[in-house]
């Protein structure tokens, strides 16, 4: 069975950093790409953040861009987000989310954790 | 960046009827790469289709989808108790992948 397991969420003040910490287990990890999708409270998805099998390959939202540094262990099956600078407007549950076919460019998710909330005030 | 727009925001539908949601993209999606996702309260997103029209694994038969190019449809065939949720859409068929601000689907 897949399993995503977020972690690392919690209330921080403007301008801190954050490490949050997603544990896959039930397939083979470092087969597939991963992503981080958050959602503010009250609102719709947003994409954060995605790598590749091997991290040849990042891409983040401009919203994001130069904070936010995604990154993954594949001996230790995890996958990261370390949030630098953060503002009120990432406060959300982030969600990591698995992709769904290995091997192509089709980057939509077949699993998605429970979500870590992030909250970003003083 | 491609914008999907949702339509409408809210349809307020019984059970037994069909639903249909609507997602507009502001430039063609390549490939017809589109996915739709449901979310219930408290819940994760569940991916329904991907390819525009392919539904996922265990996603029952009264789901469907259809689209090309900008305009994309998600039908719900005859309503279900558990259909009511609100759902997205997403294209990955450029960078960055966009979603939808959603359609909220509510009992009448």
């Known amino acids: 069975e897949v399993q995503l397991v977020e972690s690392g969420g919690g209330l921080v003040q403007p301008g801190r950093s954050l490490r949050l910490s997603c544990a896959a287990s039930?397939?083979?990890?470092?087969?597939?790409?991963m992503h981080w999708v958050r959602q503010a409270p009250g609102k719709g998805l947003e994409w954060v953040s995605g790598i590749s099998w091997n991290s040849g390959s990042i891409g983040y939202a401009d919203s994001v861009k130069g904070r936010f540094t995604i990154s993954r262990d594949n001996a230790k099956n995890s996958l990261y987000l370390q949030m630098n600078s953060l503002r009120a407007e990432d406060t959300a549950l982030y969600y990591c989310a698995k992709k769904r076919m290995a091997g192509t460019g089709e980057d939509y998710f077949d699993y998605w954790g429970q979500g870590t909330l992030v909250t970003v005030s003083s | 960046e491609i914008v999907l727009t949702q339509s409408p925001g809210t349809l307020s539908l019984s059970p037994g009827e069909r639903a249909t949601l609507s997602c507009r993209a502001s430039?063609?999606?390549?490939?017809?790469?589109l996915a739709w996702y449901q979310q219930k309260p408290g819940q994760a997103p569940r991916l329904l289709i991907y390819?525009?029209?392919s539904r996922a694994t265990a996603i029952p038969d009264r789901f469907s989808g259809s689209g090309s190019g900008t305009d994309f449809t998600l039908t719900i065939s005859r309503l279900e108790p558990e259909d009511f949720a609100v759902y997205y859409c997403?294209?990955?068929?450029?960078?960055?992948?966009?979603f939808g601000q959603g359609t909220r689907l509510e009992i009448k």
């Open positions: 039930g397939f083979t990890f470092d087969d597939y790409a």
């Open positions: 997403q294209q990955y068929g450029s960078s960055p992948i966009t």
């Open positions: 430039q063609s999606v390549s490939s017809s790469y």
């Open positions: 390819g525009a029209s």
